[in-house]
């Protein structure tokens, strides 16, 4: 076994989870093998074509990675491997978390481009450049961001990218509605955590009226402008904000989790063209983390 191979617990921990259908194409390579694969390239950042010889041919590999990313099978596994955690009581709901990090672009990410309709009398019509696959361009260059709510346990229950320039409290909702943990009996997946924490970016009206209908505390500070405003409107304005300074302490778990995802380099920096692809680039790192635990 390689160096960031799967162990054979993690390895039986994850089988079960795994595509078992033969496609039209034959039988699956070995499973373990190919992800072992895509886990060298997630973990170092090389080019697909780069791999080492003794993983056998990059193209497996690649087109393996980009299929599940494309039909949502990874995250499904994701699904799948947190469901077995919240069955073991391996998820820490008492406090989730919210926030975001931005992931520098290589250049070799930008240049997704999408064929214009045909033109009759040309073989192709004209290349244009694709505005969704969640880039956006500052001084810095290339970017894209992630937004992710993560559990007690620093690990991630739900993630959302998007171009690096959006920014935070838009995002807040979406990432909560994508919390969709299965329960091992069938019934509704659990989608709703105790408490939720957050830093000063998210404390809009709509974020704070979403959580009041669902019955989600949450522990979000108030940015200094908007405790003004609500002192300058007398009493009406000085309704009480959910703060515990001792939970906002626990903050720190969703920065871990950041942290952990991105020693990923191919997390860190986003090398893939396609946002879905990106998004099953993510997925995998974040069963990688479910695994360990």
């Not at 039988?27 to 093998?33: I, N």
């Not at 699904?79 to 008492?94: F, L, N």
């Not at 309704?239 to 990923?264: C, Q």
Request: proline letters at 6%; charged letters at 30%.
């Amino acid at each position: 076994m390689g160096r960031g191979d799967l162990s054979d617990e993690e390895w039986g921990r994850l089988e079960p989870h795994l595509p078992k259908n033969v496609g039209r194409g034959g039988r699956w390579k070995s499973h373990r093998r190919v992800i072992n694969r895509i886990l060298f390239r997630q973990r170092t950042g090389i080019p697909w074509r780069d791999l080492p010889s003794r993983f056998g041919k990059w193209k497996t590999a690649h087109d393996r990675h980009r299929r599940w990313s494309a039909d949502g099978t990874w995250e499904r596994i994701l699904w799948a491997v947190q469901a077995d955690a919240d069955k073991a009581g391996r998820i820490d709901w008492s406090m989730v978390s919210v926030d975001s990090t931005s992931c520098r672009a290589h250049q070799h990410a930008g240049g997704a481009r999408v064929a214009a309709p045909r033109i009759p009398g040309r073989r192709s019509g004209p290349r244009h450049h694709r505005a969704d696959e969640a880039l956006g361009r500052s001084r810095g260059g290339l970017t894209c961001k992630i937004h992710l709510a993560g559990e007690g346990g620093c690990r991630p229950l739900a993630f959302l990218i998007t171009p690096g320039r959006w920014g935070d409290a838009p995002q807040l909702i979406p990432v909560l509605d994508h919390i969709r943990v299965p329960r091992p009996r069938g019934g509704r997946p659990r989608t709703r955590p105790d408490h939720l924490g957050g830093d000063k970016a998210y404390p809009s009206r709509r974020n704070r009226r979403y959580l009041r209908r669902r019955q989600i505390k949450h522990t979000i500070p108030a940015p200094k402008n908007q405790r003004f405003h609500r002192r300058s409107r007398g009493i009406r304005g000085s309704r009480p904000v959910g703060f515990d300074k001792e939970k906002y302490k626990r903050r720190n778990e969703v920065e871990r989790t950041i942290n952990a995802l991105k020693s990923f380099r191919a997390v860190a920096t986003r090398y893939d063209k396609r946002a879905y692809v990106s998004h099953g680039t993510v997925a995998l790192a974040a069963i990688r983390l479910w695994l360990r635990a």
